[in-house]
């Protein structure tokens, strides 16, 4: 069983340096690669059931610590990666009021944005990994994703309607 402290500071620094959810590869790294925590399936899956919950998508984190420790470690991941995400986050929301007319504010939110997509590829690119394992599957995810990209379809739709048709085909 891992030890909780450890947990929390591995989930407290994944915590410091997500952006959205969007930092799955270095989750993979740490949690699968470096830690063995949990293994690609259960990233994975906590993903997918992340996506589903409503809130944020990162609590799935809750779900990774579970997995790995029991109770407390989805209390200790869960307090990890958003305890001190909450206090930075409060005391840069004042700095940031406080200074947003400035033009380096502006071009420091302005260089996030391309690396903001960078790291969701990354993650889409790991999750993909794991789960597009076939031909059928690759098929499903690609029209899962046009159909978010050319409509307006709602993407919990999506979701259960590709979870329905891999149930389906035995995916």
């Known amino acids: 069983m891992p030890d909780l402290w450890e947990m929390f500071l591995a989930f407290a620094r994944l915590g410091l340096i997500s952006f959205g959810g969007t930092n799955v590869a270095e989750i993979e790294r740490s949690l699968v690669l470096q830690h063995g925590w949990i293994d690609a399936r259960t990233l994975a899956n906590g993903f997918a059931l992340g996506q589903l919950m409503p809130g944020p998508n990162m609590l799935a984190v809750t779900h990774y610590g579970y997995a790995a420790a029991g109770l407390g470690g989805a209390l200790a991941a869960t307090l990890g990666f958003y305890g001190p995400t909450a206090l930075l986050s409060a005391a ?18 302005n260089a996030l944005l391309p690396f903001g997509g960078g790291v969701m590829l990354a993650g889409a690119l790991v999750l993909a990994r794991t789960s597009v394992t076939s031909l059928p599957a690759g098929l499903l995810a690609a029209a899962a994703f046009l159909l978010l990209w050319r409509t307006r379809v709602n993407s919990a739709a999506v979701v259960l309607g590709a979870a329905a048709v891999g149930a389906l085909l035995r995916l």
Not at 95 to 106: D, G, K, L, M, N
């Open 92 to 109: 840069a929301a004042l700095a940031w009021q406080r200074h947003s007319t400035h033009p380096w504010v502006i071009a420091f939110r």
